[in-house]
């Protein structure tokens, strides 16, 4: 079945530690997204990406960095610079820039800073 | 900027009552609205969609109408059900595929 898959489900990390979530999707879809949800609150974009090697800076971008090698994967890197990192982090994608379909979820990494 | 709304929750009903969530948006252009559901400890599915005026998305007896004029996507459906209870986003898209999201409303409905 085609979809997208994050992992872990559950990550715990040190202070001052990066730490990796991972994200792949077999859509075949052209854009990518990572979100940050905090108990009880909405979706705060961290980065997107439109195609392979090219990618953009969201709303809370700082402490986090991407990369998007392939298109089918857009992993996202927590830094120790992040100062606040324990939250439930998001990656979507959608089938092409500019249309008119629906962003498409992954489960979800629940990050835990121990 | 482009803008969601929705009324804050948590919303408690009881079985078979009407529900409805309200959403307005602030929008440039043309966007295309949405209602995402998303249950505990899980991502977010897509619930029912709507991409210009008027149109009215529907699924599983939840339904919302694109009200171009008063810039808003409430959702309704007739008669909850125990398994509705979940935590609801209304969203947008705009032209350049960039999404909005409101802060989700928590449903909660008692047997």
């Known amino acids: 079945d085609g979809g997208i898959t994050q992992s872990p489900k559950y990550l715990f990390r040190k202070e001052g530690q990066n730490v990796t979530l991972s994200c792949e999707q077999n859509?075949?879809?052209?854009?990518m997204y990572w979100y940050r949800q905090d108990p009880g609150q909405g979706l705060r974009l961290i980065y997107y990406?439109?195609?392979?090697?090219?990618?953009q800076k969201g709303d809370i971008a700082e402490g986090y960095s991407v990369s998007r090698e392939k298109k089918e994967s857009f992993p996202l890197t927590v830094t120790s610079a992040q100062k606040n990192p324990t939250a439930f982090y998001l990656c979507?994608?959608?089938?092409?820039?500019?249309?008119?379909?629906?962003?498409?979820f992954g489960q979800g990494t629940r990050l835990t800073v121990v | 900027g482009d803008s969601v709304t929705q009324m804050e929750g948590p919303v408690t009903l009881s079985e078979e009552a009407f529900l409805t969530i309200n959403c307005t948006y602030t929008?440039?252009?043309?966007?295309?609205l949405f209602w995402y559901v998303q249950y505990p400890g899980e991502g977010l599915q897509l619930l029912l969609k709507?991409?210009?005026?008027?149109d009215k998305g529907s699924n599983k007896g939840f339904e919302a109408t694109y009200r171009k004029e008063t810039t808003s996507f409430h959702l309704e459906k007739g008669s909850v059900q125990v398994s509705d209870s979940a935590v609801y986003f209304c969203?947008?898209?705009?032209?350049?595929?960039?999404?909005?999201f409101g802060s989700g409303t928590k449903l909660n409905v008692k047997p």
């Open positions: 990406s439109q195609i392979v090697n090219d990618f």
């Open positions: 969203a947008l898209k705009d032209n350049f595929n960039k999404f909005y």
């Open positions: 979507a994608s959608t089938p092409q820039w500019g249309g008119l379909t629906e962003a498409f």
């Open positions: 709507a991409t210009k005026a008027d």
């Open positions: 929008a440039t252009g043309y966007p295309s």
């Open positions: 859509l075949n879809h052209d854009a």
